[in-house]
DNA sequence: TAAACATTTTACCGAATAGTACAAACTAAC
DNA sequence: GTTAGTTTGTACTATTCGGTAAAATGTTTA
């Protein structure tokens, strides 16, 4: 094998900010060969199938980071609160406050998003599902934690669309705020029963 | 003139599905021909400067359709309960559930978002403001109502980008459902003990 | 060293891109 | 019916697009 110095994987975090700032059919080859380093030659040695390929294997480091990053913690650790606060301060910081947005959001609203349907589709579910589980370990709910962890997903989606479009950070903040009190567990969870059985 | 069939605005509801369909860098000459079902010539002659000034053009349209139905109601109708409710509604049927893209979100988030950043901050200046008002109407304390109307909006933008992505339009209606329930005015806005918990 | 393989450079392709120029066709007013 | 102005079709730029081909260079293994 040749030498390893110029892997596959070294350019992937460039493809991924390539492709968070100019989208799919924004971010051109010239752009990103620029980005990456790579004439077309070596990116399509890489990456055979072109510029699918390249999001496809973004959208796998991403789902990777995530799992390791966020959903791991919100289902296995014991500390649900802790694993949520984890949640927030993580995906705070990956997004920068708003200032980068959501590639995977971005996609799924873009008429790209059939080609990319699953792993869209895979990220989300994993994100709301990992967060639900938490927040049953916290003594709530199947349905309610279901419909809260929905709701964090999407104010967290939705902060990075309003706090761009206002340029202001706080907005993401005040939103990662709201949502540390709706999803902290306060003990009035366990008294709404409502006529819910358990099966 | 000549017929007075075609005129520039009978193209806008084209051109905006268009654009919402397909982006801004998406949707090619070719596309907006088709859509609008007018050439090149025509195109050029409506909008001397191209498809920016088709953008801002539909910007405007949307703008508009969201002042009279929605921001208006909530700045000046007398109860401010039913103009929150007009505006869940006429959003759910704009956005068909979720299945419609918003525009002015999507390129809040494209990298052409400097080209009409103005455009974008006033669409959501003026919904979070006109939703603040009523919310203050209600009897809200203003910063309150100032935190919940950011946060009903960015709901909606996240409502919109999740349900896409797991392509479910009921995560959208529940989102819908869960903005009634908050801010719907239940007195116990007053009591201020909702919402901040200490962490 | 030499063969085997990995990587990169360079030149190239046809198609599609946004935008321009302008003459033809149409419509309304007189 | 003529004229003046509006709208449209067509042909045309110049550039960029994603993608291909293959020779050339580099690296590792034997």
Redesign the interface.
Known sequence: MARMVAERSDAIASLAEVFR???Y??ASLALIGKATGLGKGSLYHFFPNGKEEMVRAVLADIGQWFEDSVYSPLRDEEDADAAI?TMLKETTKYFRSGGR??L???L????T?DLF?QA??G???GWVDALQAALVRQGRDVEQAR?LS??A??????????S????DPA?FQ??I??L???L?F?GTALDNSSGNRSF
Chains 1, 2 share one sequence.
């Open positions: 700032e100019h989208g059919e924004g606060a947005v959501c995977v959001g971005a799924a609203v873009a008429n998003r349907a869209i589709r990220y989300f579910v419909i929905e709701d997903v999407l104010a967290i989606q939705g902060a990075i669309v309003l761009r479009a206002l340029d907005v005040r939103a705020d709201q540390h009190g709706r902290a306060d």
